[in-house]
């Protein structure tokens, strides 16, 4: 089994900024690729950045040049750097990873509990 724990949610003013993070422990022979994922009520979740072991990103239009995503390998740590935080940034961020549990084995897919964003304006 996999476990992410997800920090850093909160309440900011719109232009301003949080820093989210999510550690991976358990179970993992291969961390492939992360990411953060938001949603709110009645709408269905959406990537909001993603990340390689190779360092590759992939953002929503939404949140480019606004939003960094990185990690570090050895610790098994993803983070999204948010700058410039608009009211419609505010959701429910989660921490996805797929992780492979041998070398040879097929990808799982886990998620973290979520954590709250809201900014207001």
């Known amino acids: 089994q996999v476990q992410l724990v997800e920090s850093g949610g909160g309440l900011v003013q719109a232009g301003g900024s949080l820093r989210l993070s999510c550690a991976a422990s358990?179970?993992?022979?291969?961390?492939?690729?992360m990411g953060w994922y938001r949603q709110t009520p009645g709408k269905q979740r959406e990537l909001v950045a993603d990340?390689?072991?190779?360092?590759?990103?992939n953002y929503h239009d939404s949140v480019k040049g606004r939003f960094t995503i990185s990690r570090d390998n050895a610790k098994k740590i993803v983070s999204l750097q948010m700058n410039s935080l608009k009211p419609e940034d505010t959701a429910v961020y989660y921490c996805?990873?797929?992780?492979?549990?041998?070398?040879?084995?097929?990808?799982?897919?886990?998620w973290g509990q979520g954590t709250q964003v809201t900014v207001s304006s």
């Open positions: 996805k990873a797929k992780v492979q549990h041998g070398l040879w084995s097929i990808e799982t897919v886990y």
């Open positions: 358990g179970s993992i022979v291969r961390l492939n690729v």
């Open positions: 990340i390689t072991s190779g360092g590759g990103t």
